[in-house]
């Protein structure tokens, strides 16, 4: 399966953005999704996961009542909706598939390129 990530951009704090991720070879439909990102100079971390018939998410600490993970099986899509956004938000945001609700959030398969995303302050 091939994941592209998009929606990223410059955002002043307490701004929006909506990142997309299509998914194309496979249909997303039968796999775990999940959003990571990762900092200058840090490891990459998760973000957010949302399981394949889109009922169960879960989210970092640090995001958690301000972001929210999303699916449209019959888009082949993946949504991250970012709301108050914050200076530590800045990051490159990349989007995974597992068709294994374990590994979704710890070691996904598949990987789509990464979308950068600024929050100024």
């Known amino acids: 399966v091939q994941l592209q990530a998009s929606g990223g951009g410059l955002v002043q704090a307490g701004g929006s953005l909506r990142l997309s991720c299509a998914g194309s070879g496979r249909t997303l439909s039968m796999y775990d999704m999940g959003w990571f990102r990762q900092a200058p100079g840090k490891e990459r971390e998760f973000v957010a996961a949302i399981n394949w018939p889109g009922g169960t998410t879960s989210y970092a600490d640090s995001v958690k009542g301000r972001f929210t993970i999303s699916r449209a099986n019959a888009k082949n899509t993946v949504y991250l909706q970012m709301n108050s956004l914050k200076p530590e938000d800045t990051a490159v945001y990349y989007c995974?598939?597992?068709?294994?609700?374990?590994?979704?959030?710890?070691?996904?398969?598949?990987w789509g390129q990464g979308t950068q995303v600024t929050v100024s302050s």
């Open positions: 995974a598939a597992d068709p294994s609700s374990s590994s979704i959030t710890i070691g996904p398969h598949y």
